[in-house]
């Protein structure tokens, strides 16, 4: 069963405008949350991340709202570029005691921003 | 200076086969990873090594084999090569094995069986 839900499948944003990305999570042992962005032929790469004690983070045009009850996070890109077009992933990871943690992916956004 | 690499990047082979992926991070990390993103993209994880030590191994057939020579190569050798294990093969490591260890991904080799 997919543990992190994704959403939209893909997004089309102008050249300025706001894209926002949703996850939602079922696992309450789930501690950490990251955002990768992947651009075609690449592997991903980390964007930013946010653990659940704060419910907000902000790197440059890039913030994750995080949702602790609802068991919800969200990445809004301000501003979007045409250099942001990739596909992005969000996952959610926890301490597992005796092994290594994992990190589990949604299913991934394709957003394309429009000049 | 890549700091994870793998090769090679496109592998096209027949059913039957049996295949190898290399991969290889300068980042002195000690765990490494492997992971399959198929044609929707899903990114799941196979294996994590730490220290050459299997500690991950997920519900993978077993015709998949990985090893680690040392920490800065885990390999990935696929026996028997199905249709179905066309995809993406991402090779990734992290200084350590804990949820907030950053991981850094290599630029994938995308398998094809015909």
């Known amino acids: 069963q997919q543990q992190v839900k994704q959403s939209p499948q893909s997004l089309i944003v102008q050249k300025g405008g706001i894209s926002i990305i949703n996850c939602a999570y079922e696992?309450?042992?789930?501690?950490?949350f990251p955002w990768y962005q992947q651009f075609p032929g690449k592997g991903p790469a980390l964007l930013i991340a946010?653990?659940?004690?704060?419910s907000e983070k902000k790197e440059g045009r890039f913030t994750i709202s995080f949702n602790k009850s609802a068991k919800q996070f969200s990445l809004h890109i301000m501003d979007s570029q045409p250099g942001d077009s990739a596909t992005y992933f969000c996952a959610a990871s926890f301490i597992r005691t005796g092994t290594a943690s994992k990190l589990t992916f949604g299913t991934g956004t394709r957003l394309q921003v429009t000049l | 200076d890549t700091a994870v690499s793998q090769t090679p990047k496109y592998l096209v082979t027949q059913m039957g086969n049996d295949k190898s992926i290399k991969c290889e991070q300068n980042?002195?990390?000690?765990?490494m990873y492997w992971y399959k993103q198929d044609s929707k993209k899903f990114l799941k994880i196979m294996f994590s090594?730490?220290?050459?030590?299997?500690?991950i191994n997920e519900t993978v057939p077993n015709r998949f084999s990985p090893k680690s020579p040392d920490k800065a190569h885990l390999n990935l050798h696929i026996n028997s090569l199905e249709l179905g294990d066309s995809a993406v093969y991402f090779c990734?490591?992290?200084?350590?094995?804990?949820?907030?260890?950053?991981?850094?991904f290599g630029p994938g080799t995308r398998l094809t069986v015909l």
């Open positions: 946010i653990r659940p004690d704060v």
């Open positions: 990734a490591s992290s200084q350590g094995q804990g949820p907030r260890d950053r991981q850094f």
């Open positions: 980042l002195g990390h000690d765990t």
């Open positions: 696992n309450t042992a789930f501690d950490y």
């Open positions: 090594y730490n220290n050459k030590e299997l500690i």
